[in-house]
């Protein structure tokens, strides 16, 4: 059909309004679950330190006649164990006139972009309390070579705190044989027993040393009876999504596996029912996934295990907002907090090590 004689049409408007939406659309992983499940407390300096202790062994012959002598036997010392804090900090500069100016899906820019970025300051945080490394003492730099101002100091060195794998000697499994052996290459992290020493850097778990194979069901039980068996009871266990996917696969689930409000028994667990008690299952992408790449192009993934009221976050400082002096014709703030990773007892938490998450799940009979 021929277009009408003098039809006004949108292009011979010269006032139509663009159609942007008011929606901003955002796609990544906001999800905490160590932060979300560990508890919280204070730290008074960035050596963070805390005390464990252990019961002398149990005694089934301990009778004794009436009137009897006393012996006495050394005590068993409280150990000292600590964390270096780390800074995380995240720097926002917005332009008077971005701020001011009429915007699609946000009044103020300043305040959208502050969102942002205590969204990114949390997946730092979730990241580095689950990274599998050791602590580094924060050094002063020197004075009087930053940048040829006398006030200025370089070459310091930034204060990292020791990840959760790290802190897993206690109770530590590998799926290649189900233990940690010599013949993997690996060990547990070692234990901290001088007075106030920290994890440094070099006790590390190399995941990348691992011979990777399939999440196994009995392993995952064992890790739960190595908690039992030392006085722990776990209730929280994070996964990446792809081993969280075989780990969904698991024989029995109907029988053993239920959501968290009861509503239905599905085949995806949320909660594991082990002899020990229920096991909260979370999912993660901010695991410390190995580097090295496999044969097959697989890169070896491992599971946390932990009781909740014994990991938490120790705040030097909790986030805050400062506002920085203003430069020019725009608004700077600094988003600041200090923190550090607290295992109040290496009992209560655990590690399974070396999963391949392309392979098919070995399933409990």
Sequence with gaps: MAALDFAVEQGDIRGDR??????????????????????????????HEWQTQVLRAPN????????????????????????YTQIFHGPVR?????????????????DYQIDLEVQALFRDMEGAYCAARGAT??????????????????????????????????NF??????AATAATGVAAPTAVTTAGAPLEAGNTLDLDA??????????????????????????????TPAVKNKFDAFKGYAE???????????GVVDIYQSSFGDIAVYTSSFLDVGTATR???????????????????????????????????????????ECTFVCRNPRAVGLIAGIDPAAAPVIAT
């Design 18 to 47: 663009e159609d942007l939406s008011d929606l901003i659309y955002l796609v990544d992983d906001t999800e905490f679950p160590l932060q979300a499940t560990a508890g919280v407390e204070d730290c008074d300096s960035t050596f």
């Design 60 to 83: 089934a012959d301990n009778a004794q006649t009436m009137g009897s002598s006393v012996t006495f036997a050394a005590i068993t010392p409280t150990v000292r164990l600590a964390n």
């Design 94 to 110: 917005v332009s008077r006139t971005a701020d001011v100016i009429a915007k699609a899906g946000r009044a103020s820019e300043i």
């Design 137 to 170: 003492a924060p050094a002063a730099g020197t004075s009087g070579q930053g940048g040829g101002h006398i006030d200025e100091k370089a070459g310091g060195t930034a204060g990292v705190m020791a990840g959760f794998p790290a802190w897993c000697w206690e």
């Design 173 to 178: 499994q590998i799926t290649e044989d189900g």
């Design 210 to 239: 691992l011979t990777i194979a399939p999440l196994n069901e009995l392993i995952f039980r064992d890790l739960a009876a190595d908690f039992r068996a030392k006085g722990a009871i776990p209730d929280c266990a994070i996964m």
């Design 256 to 266: 053993r596996w239920k959501m968290a409000d009861d509503r239905a028994v599905t």
């Design 295 to 337: 044969s097959g192009g697989t890169n070896d993934e491992h599971v946390l295990m932990y009781q909740k009221k014994f990991v938490a976050r120790g705040y030097l400082t909790k986030l805050q907002m400062e506002p920085l002096g203003k430069v020019g014709d725009a608004y700077d703030y600094l988003l600041v907090s």
